[in-house]
């Protein structure tokens, strides 16, 4: 059954790793980002609904990592739109040969490194299975239904979907009223279904995709960290926790993140820190005071490393 979503288009530009995955809410995404690499963030969100559908290309400047969760009954099939130089969808190296399956039953487990472009089709699980079943795309339900992360499509088939979604996101931003009139709208729907089928179905997966074998030990340190953020932690903490050595906690770190454990740390509490001081006034709270809940005590080097992080002082934050 085709879910029921208001036609409309947004772009949006964005200062802040906050702001995404508050207008994200409009659209049922509940998502959270933190950013892991320093300077200010930039980025871009172009989002069209329409017919069942939801058509997303994101764009983002630095490094991120996000959670959360897609709307309820909506299967999405995502592609990168430009090469990453990092990018890990639930352990798994996601590359410009694979597309990536988003599925509300496994959540958002996503981290980017570097400048990227996105782009994401979701459409509800109903009526693509459906469609499946009539065409007789025998591959689909099983990718849909399990517990499948990644494809390797055909080639051609992935190719020839990458190119619809940017040819869409063209017309998008050149020709919006166009692409909201009913008939283009059931034109779209019907091209793209039977685009995300033939990517389904031409899954080739020669060589079994196997997440980072590093990936599920970082995930359960990184868990840590963020249960510990305001709490004194060690690497040798980590370590005696997790049973591994520190050389191996340190080079899963630097794979998944780019850098070291602690390093890890800081940029996590710096995150919130951020978080915190957007929601305060300096006539409630300082900077000295919010930098010492998360464990900063030498204020000259935290107003740098923040500087660093955000591209703005604290007191501008909490200014701002």
């Known amino acids: 059954m085709e879910i029921e979503l208001p036609p409309l288009i947004k772009s949006l530009s964005f200062h802040d790793i906050d702001e995404p995955a508050d207008r994200m809410k409009r659209f049922n995404w509940s998502m959270e980002h933190r950013q892991l690499e320093g300077?200010?963030?930039?980025?871009?969100?172009?989002?069209?609904?329409f017919s069942g559908m939801?058509?997303?290309r994101m764009t983002y400047n630095r490094g991120i990592r996000s959670g959360g969760n897609s709307p309820d009954g909506m299967i999405g099939i995502a592609v990168p739109l430009s090469v990453p130089q990092s990018l890990y969808w639930h352990g798994y190296s996601l590359s410009m040969n694979?597309?990536?399956?988003?599925?509300?039953?496994?959540?958002?487990?996503?981290?980017?490194?570097?400048?990227?472009?996105?782009?994401?089709?979701?459409?509800?699980v109903d009526s693509l299975l459906q469609v499946a079943e009539l065409t007789e795309?025998?591959?689909?339900?099983?990718?849909?239904?399990?517990?499948?992360?990644?494809?390797?499509?055909?080639?051609?088939?992935?190719?020839?979907?990458?190119?619809h979604l940017q040819n869409l996101f063209t017309m998008i931003q050149l020709q919006p009223q166009q692409v909201l009139k009913p008939e283009t709208q059931i034109l779209?729907?019907?091209?793209?279904?039977?685009?995300?089928?033939?990517?389904l179905d031409s899954n080739q997966n020669r060589l079994a995709l196997r997440p980072s074998s590093r990936y599920q030990l970082i995930k359960q340190a990184e868990g840590i960290l963020m249960e510990n953020l305001k709490c004194p932690i060690t690497v040798y903490d980590l370590c005696t926790k997790l049973h591994v050595s520190e050389r191996t906690l340190w080079y899963g770190f630097q794979e998944c993140f780019g850098m070291p454990p602690m390093a890890y740390l800081k940029t996590q509490r710096l995150n919130k820190i951020r978080q915190q001081l957007k929601a305060s006034t300096a006539?409630?709270?300082?900077?000295?005071?919010?930098?010492?809940?998360?464990?900063?005590?030498?204020?000259?080097?935290?107003?740098?490393?923040?500087?660093?992080m955000f591209g703005e002082s604290p007191s501008e934050t909490l200014r701002n």
């Open 98 to 124: 694979e597309a990536l399956l988003q599925k509300r039953s496994q959540g958002v487990d996503f981290l980017r490194r570097g400048t990227f472009s996105l782009g994401l089709v979701t459409i509800d």
């Open 39 to 49: 300077g200010a963030f930039e980025g871009e969100l172009i989002v069209a609904q």
């Open 283 to 308: 006539s409630q709270t300082t900077v000295t005071d919010v930098a010492t809940q998360w464990g900063f005590w030498h204020m000259g080097q935290f107003a740098k490393d923040y500087k660093k």
């Open 188 to 199: 779209i729907r019907q091209a793209f279904i039977l685009l995300m089928l033939d990517l």
């Open 54 to 56: 939801q058509f997303a």
């Open 137 to 163: 795309r025998t591959k689909v339900e099983s990718l849909v239904t399990g517990k499948t992360h990644l494809v390797q499509p055909d080639p051609i088939a992935l190719k020839r979907f990458s190119l």
